[in-house]
């Protein structure tokens, strides 16, 4: 089984590029471009990973972490990945109560962008059978 991502960005152009990448990858790729469309992409399509841009519009970054430790079917997200021009995560969340897992600055090419998928996943222990399926480039 594939590793489904949700990535959430404004920028619809980087999206397109990630969401093409990832997929011949062998991940599962859903994306989103604002704060709602977000939080319906993570209850419908129940993502192993999330990689977010903070300052994505209609309720940022924050308001969608708050949401996810708030509510318990957002709370299976394994992985929450920042995307950012540089900012440190740390100053943006209370990492306490939902770790963020890492932080990516961009730009970022999409080849990257899985790498760091991969690791973050090893490192985290979880799903990491679906981590080699997808190094293998199975779904």
Same mark, same amino acid.
């Given at each position: 089984?594939? $590793?489904?991502? /949700? ?10 590029? @990630?969401?093409?990448?990832? !997929? ?6 859903? $994306? %989103? ?8 992409? *993570?209850?419908?399509? %129940? ?27 957002? #709370? #299976?997200?394994?992985?929450?990945? *920042?995307?950012? @021009?540089?900012?440190?995560?740390? $100053?943006? @969340? ?6 963020? !897992? ?14 760091? /998928?991969? !690791? ?10 679906? %981590?080699? %399926?997808?190094?293998?480039? $199975?779904?």
């Amino acid at each position: 089984m594939a $590793t489904r991502v /949700l990535i959430a960005d404004p920028d619809r152009h980087l999206l397109a590029a @990630y969401e093409e990448h990832l !997929s011949l990858e062998g991940f599962e790729v859903a $994306t %989103a471009q604002d704060g709602l469309e977000c939080l319906r992409r *993570l209850r419908e399509f %129940a993502p192993d990973v999330l990689v977010l841009e903070p300052a994505i519009p209609w309720g940022g970054g924050d308001g969608i972490v708050a949401m996810m430790e708030e509510e318990p079917d957002l #709370r #299976r997200v394994c992985l929450v990945l *920042l995307l950012t @021009y540089g900012c440190n995560p740390a $100053t943006l @969340y209370n990492i306490a109560t939902f770790p963020i !897992s890492d932080y990516l600055v961009k730009p970022r090419t999409a080849r990257n962008l899985a790498q760091r /998928l991969r !690791s973050a996943l090893a490192r985290n222990g979880a799903g990491q059978k679906e %981590a080699g %399926a997808v190094r293998g480039g $199975t779904r």
